[in-house]
């Protein structure tokens, strides 16, 4: 069974770092991840960082200069650098990866991570 599980969230000061991954196991034949994209109680899931198909890099504003993107070298797993975090920052973080099991690819979702950023 395809999943995608994050990890590495936290309570962290303002001003601290955190590095949010997002691995994806099972029979994966193909993986594309598309971006993160964080919650805040009572607001819509927005885009962090979209991931062009070209493997570019499209950061929200609200990040920009403070988040960076990276990934392992057989693209399974992903990772979100945070540093200078702001309590606007606080949210579930959540990956999102087209994913091709063999059975043609579907969208699928991690269950987040939850960052709080606070002193």
């Known amino acids: 069974q395809v999943q995608l599980v994050e990890s590495g969230g936290g309570l962290v000061q303002p001003g601290g770092s955190l590095r949010l991954s997002c691995a994806a196991s099972g029979n994966i034949v193909w993986i594309k991840v598309k971006g993160w994209y964080r919650q805040a109680p009572g607001k819509e899931r927005e885009l962090v960082v979209g991931?062009?198909?070209?493997?570019?890099?499209n950061f929200a504003d609200s990040v920009k200069g403070r988040f960076s993107f990276s990934r392992d070298k057989d693209g399974n797993t992903v990772y979100l650098q945070m540093t200078s975090l702001k309590p606007e920052d606080t949210a579930v973080y959540y990956c999102?990866?087209?994913?091709?099991?063999?059975?043609?690819?579907?969208?699928?979702w991690g269950q987040g991570t939850q960052v709080t950023v606070s002193s």
């Open positions: 999102n990866a087209d994913i091709n099991s063999g059975w043609g690819p579907y969208d699928y």
């Open positions: 991931i062009t198909s070209s493997g570019g890099t």
